[in-house]
């Protein structure tokens, strides 16, 4: 078998075989708790996992679907930092905006552009973004804005 070695740079070394895995133990370079990937197979175990390599260490359960980074305790997932674009919200205003003025100037594109603002306001809200609520508040208002600008144009108002 090899393995992929996540070292303390966060750098993956490898593929090794376990003959060097072992060396690399005695070298204190691998411990109980450094995370491994199998080449093969892509699971993620701590190498105290693999008997050939610490006979005496206690095997912990490996989680289904973890991942591997640095400063990780055995068996806890590393979660990569993510950062949230602005551009989905910042697209969600642009329509709404949109509705709005094509209200007045193309009159049925208006109600089109809203709705789609409110769509993507859901969209970004169900994905659990910060600007969510905003662009759910934004896009709703609007929305209700061209819905009462047709309302008051189809009852004979004259907008």
């Not at 070292?7 to 450094?34: A, C, F, M």
């Not at 093969?40 to 050939?52: D, L, M």
């Not at 206690?58 to 602005?86: C, D, F, H, R």
Request: glycine residues 10%.
């Amino acid at each position: 078998m090899q393995y992929y070695v996540k070292g303390t740079d966060g750098q993956d070394y490898g593929p090794v075989s376990i003959d060097q895995l072992k060396q690399w133990v005695t070298e204190n370079r691998v411990h109980p708790d450094t995370q491994l990937r199998d080449y093969h197979t892509n699971e993620i175990k701590p190498a105290r996992n693999i008997p050939t390599l610490f006979p005496n260490a206690a095997p912990t359960s490996q989680i289904p679907g973890t991942t591997y980074g640095p400063n990780l305790q055995s068996g806890q997932a590393y979660k990569y930092p993510t950062e949230e674009s602005v551009w989905p919200f910042l697209w969600v205003i642009g329509e709404a905006i949109l509705g709005i003025v094509f209200f007045f100037v193309l009159h049925r594109l208006g109600i089109i552009f809203a709705g789609f603002a409110m769509y993507n306001a859901v969209r970004l809200q169900s994905r659990g973004s910060k600007y969510g609520v905003f662009g759910l508040v934004f896009a709703g208002v609007c929305l209700l804005a061209v819905v009462a600008g047709w309302i008051l144009r189809l009852s004979g108002a004259g907008l």
